[in-house]
């Protein structure tokens, strides 16, 4: 079945750091890759997206490209703010248009002033 | 209201008892998912509502949790027998339709606690 795999957190960075957190998953077929983000106190929001092979999501200064060939989606970020701070979870959803979506467990990122 | 709401933000129930959690979904949004979130957990998949389809029930981790939707609206999920296990964020989201390209959108969530 499908499913998602992303490092484990905490992740914990200082101001203006590089950021990565991995993201792998199994598919059939072509899915669609999400990246959702849940700063604290607040409720889940889509933070990016790809739809297909080489499309590179975007948003808030975070990336990422969706790689088939290593079946990746890997989230990085240049330079990380203290407000970046939050959960971060990787998500498919299959092309079947009713199928649903598929969450990652979540990686918890501190980013150090 | 704009987002999806989910009531109550918090419940606190004796073990045994019953809870029944709200979803209002936003307008319009055919398909419409139930999670569970345990602390420092991640997103736990239970109940996915698509339109008319049969719902995909394959997450709910016993008999003693059940859910219902009422044509493309409010949706309520049971509890019944509640034990301290069942103390989590149960998140509610929605979405235009189910599957892929479709974002989906998250009320914020009731804290349920088991005493």
């Known amino acids: 079945g499908n499913s998602v795999t992303q490092m484990e957190g905490p992740v914990t960075l200082s101001e203006e750091a590089f950021l990565t957190i991995n993201c792998t998953y199994t598919a059939t077929g072509y899915p669609s890759l999400f990246w959702y983000v849940q700063y604290p106190g607040e409720g889940l929001q889509l933070l990016l997206k790809a739809t297909k092979a080489d499309d590179k999501g975007s948003n808030k200064g975070f990336e990422a490209t969706y790689r088939k060939e290593t079946t990746s989606f890997h989230l990085e970020k240049g330079s990380v703010q203290v407000s970046d701070s939050a959960v971060y979870f990787c998500?498919?959803?299959?092309?079947?248009?009713?199928?649903?979506?598929?969450f990652g467990k979540g990686t918890r990122l501190h980013i150090l002033p | 209201g704009a987002g999806v709401s989910q009531s109550p933000s918090n419940k606190v129930t004796e073990k045994g008892k019953d809870v029944e959690l709200r979803c209002d979904p936003i307008?319009?949004?055919?398909?419409l998912y139930w999670y569970r979130q345990r602390l420092g957990q991640g997103l736990e998949f239970l109940i996915y509502f698509q339109g008319n389809s049969a719902p995909d029930k394959s997450g709910l981790p016993s008999d003693r949790f059940s859910a219902e939707r009422t044509g493309e609206s409010v949706s309520t999920l049971t509890i019944q027998r509640t034990q301290q296990e069942d103390s989590a964020v149960y998140l509610c989201?929605?979405?235009?339709?189910?599957?892929?390209?479709?974002?989906?959108?998250f009320g914020d969530g009731t804290r349920l606690s088991i005493l």
């Open positions: 989201a929605s979405s235009l339709s189910g599957g892929a390209n479709q974002p989906q959108h």
């Open positions: 998500a498919l959803s299959a092309m079947n248009r009713d199928d649903k979506i598929i």
């Open positions: 307008s319009g949004h055919t398909a």
